[in-house]
């Protein structure tokens, strides 16, 4: 301060309230589309970690030469690959990955009570181990959009959205 004058630094009330506005109006306008972009990327990385155990569960069992098995289970939201891991292929299984999808809001609906799909060494699907031989349909709900995903015998996905 030089000779008693005072420094104005800041802003006027008058700048504040017209800024507020400003950035009132731009999130009215900007923030629908901005918030529903979020939602669908929420619900692509759901379906997308989803399918991630049919490729999860294929894969190690081509890799290691050994069955794996992918469980559902629809009242808590969940999806594991277990595989045998024992030296000797005695059939002993242990999870080789999980997804809890239930702590995220999602619910599970699976299509001709299907529990677990099961891939051979060679990579087909198998019945073996009380494994379900079906195409896997499974709704899941998310929001107010359910999202049906139909996994064939083959491993062709399909997906199609509705919304309630």
């Known amino acids: 301060m030089d000779g008693g004058e005072l420094k104005n630094s800041g802003f006027t009330v008058v700048e504040l309230v017209v800024g507020l506005t400003v950035f009132g109006i731009m999130m009215t306008v ?43 289970d629809e009242a808590n939201a969940r999806v594991w690959v277990e595989m045998d891991t024992s030296r000797s292929r005695s059939g002993v299984m242990d999870t080789v990955a999980y997804r809890d999808f239930g702590g995220q809001g999602v619910e599970f609906v699976i299509a001709d009570g299907v529990t677990k799909v099961c891939y051979e060494a060679g990579g087909g699907r198998t019945v073996a181990n009380d494994c379900d031989d079906k195409q896997v349909k499974i709704d899941i709900t998310l929001d107010d959009v359910e999202i049906r995903v139909i996994t064939t015998r083959l491993g062709k996905v399909l997906r199609e959205e509705r919304r309630h």
């Open 30 to 72: 900007a923030g629908p589309p901005a918030f529903e972009l979020l939602r669908v990327a929420r619900h692509k990385a759901i379906v997308r970690e989803y399918m991630s155990m049919f490729s999860v569960a294929k894969s190690r069992a081509v890799a290691y030469r050994r069955l794996s098995a992918i469980h559902f």
